[in-house]
């Protein structure tokens, strides 16, 4: 079978990825789900918007004659990873993930774990506070059950619609971030307290070690559970996968 990869992307790490197959002439197309208004030019082809469930991408495997699947979504994105495994097993095309490692707590961090984004809200059960609200604009309305928060919201896109939240400010910017910014950003809104995913890796990392460096509090979103699949952490390891460890199957 001729190589045909179906790259699941909308990360820092699928970018780096497509330049690499990219670079390398291998046969490949980027997925995104289609959410960002302006998307950032990619090396590969590209489709956009969701197959329609595992059905959807199933025939979308088939109909594509697609010989691999790498996972490159952001952690949190469970649903299509669960599809990805799903679809895979069933047509037997293998699948990688491409992630990254949670981060861990490190001395001079003062993390409240909760196990997802209902455990935030609960956690913001409390009087005023000036909150970084840094969980992606799909989760916003969740929070509307604490509206005594100020929050300061961090989106890719400007918003469409009204925001949920009474009292908010929204930066429009796209990572990676950096410390030294985010520190500045944080003094100059006067933040308490960091809400986050336990997203991972360094795009969006330089939050927490600015939240680190001025003594705030981070409500600390665990990962969404997934099934067992294999994993690797690095573009180079994608690639040793592609070239070498397919039979090993999924
Ligand atoms: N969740 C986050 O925190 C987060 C943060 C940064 C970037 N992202 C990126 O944003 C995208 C959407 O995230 P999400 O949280 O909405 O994921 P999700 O909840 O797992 O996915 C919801 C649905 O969106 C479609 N979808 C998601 N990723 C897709 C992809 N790469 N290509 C085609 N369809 C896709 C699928 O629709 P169908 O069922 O119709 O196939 C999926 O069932 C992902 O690509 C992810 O990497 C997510």
């Not at 497509?18 to 046969?27: F, M, N, S």
């Not at 919201?153 to 796209?174: E, G, M, T």
């Given at each position: 079978?001729?190589?045909?990869?179906?790259?699941?992307?909308?990360t820092?790490?699928?970018?780096?990825?497509?330049?690499?197959?990219?670079?390398?002439?291998?046969t490949?197309?980027l997925?995104?789900?289609?959410?960002v208004?302006?998307?950032?030019?990619?090396?590969?082809p590209?489709?956009?918007?969701?197959f329609?469930g595992v059905?959807g991408l199933?025939?979308?495997?088939?109909a594509e004659?697609?010989?691999?699947?790498?996972?490159a979504?952001?952690?949190?994105?469970a649903?299509m990873s669960?599809?990805?495994i799903?679809?895979c097993?069933?047509t037997?095309?293998?699948?990688?993930a491409?992630t990254?490692?949670?981060?861990q707590?490190?001395?001079?961090?003062h993390?409240?774990?909760v196990p997802?984004?209902?455990?935030?809200?609960?956690?913001l059960?409390r009087?005023p506070?000036r909150v970084?609200l840094?969980?992606g604009?799909?989760?916003?309305?969740?929070?509307?059950?604490?509206?005594?928060?100020?929050?300061?919201?961090r989106?890719v896109?400007p918003p469409d619609?009204?925001?949920?939240?009474?009292?908010?400010?929204?930066i429009?910017?796209?990572?990676?971030f950096?410390v030294?910014?985010?520190?500045?950003?944080?003094q100059?809104?006067?933040?308490q307290?960091?809400?986050?995913?336990n997203?991972?890796?360094?795009?969006a990392?330089?939050k927490?070690?600015?939240?680190?460096q001025?003594g705030l509090p981070?409500?600390?979103?665990?990962?969404p559970?997934?099934p067992?699949?294999?994993e690797v952490y690095?573009?180079?390891?994608?690639?040793?996968?592609?070239?070498?460890g397919t039979?090993?199957?999924?």
């Amino acid at each position: 079978m001729t190589m045909n990869l179906l790259i699941l992307g909308g990360t820092l790490e699928a970018r780096a990825l497509c330049a690499r197959v990219a670079e390398l002439g291998l046969t490949a197309t980027l997925s995104l789900a289609g959410r960002v208004a302006r998307p950032k030019a990619s090396a590969l082809p590209v489709r956009s918007g969701g197959f329609g469930g595992v059905a959807g991408l199933r025939s979308y495997l088939v109909a594509e004659k697609i010989s691999h699947v790498i996972d490159a979504t952001h952690p949190f994105a469970a649903q299509m990873s669960r599809h990805a495994i799903i679809a895979c097993a069933e047509t037997g095309v293998p699948l990688l993930a491409l992630t990254r490692a949670p981060w861990q707590a490190v001395s001079g961090d003062h993390w409240v774990h909760v196990p997802d984004m209902e455990g935030a809200v609960a956690a913001l059960d409390r009087p005023p506070l000036r909150v970084m609200l840094a969980v992606g604009r799909m989760h916003l309305a969740e929070f509307a059950r604490q509206p005594q928060h100020h929050y300061l919201l961090r989106l890719v896109d400007p918003p469409d619609r009204p925001l949920p939240l009474p009292h908010a400010d929204v930066i429009v910017d796209r990572g990676p971030f950096d410390v030294e910014a985010d520190t500045r950003l944080m003094q100059e809104h006067g933040i308490q307290m960091v809400v986050s995913k336990n997203a991972g890796g360094t795009g969006a990392v330089a939050k927490i070690t600015a939240a680190r460096q001025l003594g705030l509090p981070v409500v600390m979103i665990d990962r969404p559970a997934l099934p067992q699949r294999r994993e690797v952490y690095d573009v180079e390891a994608a690639l040793d996968w592609l070239h070498t460890g397919t039979d090993l199957g999924v």
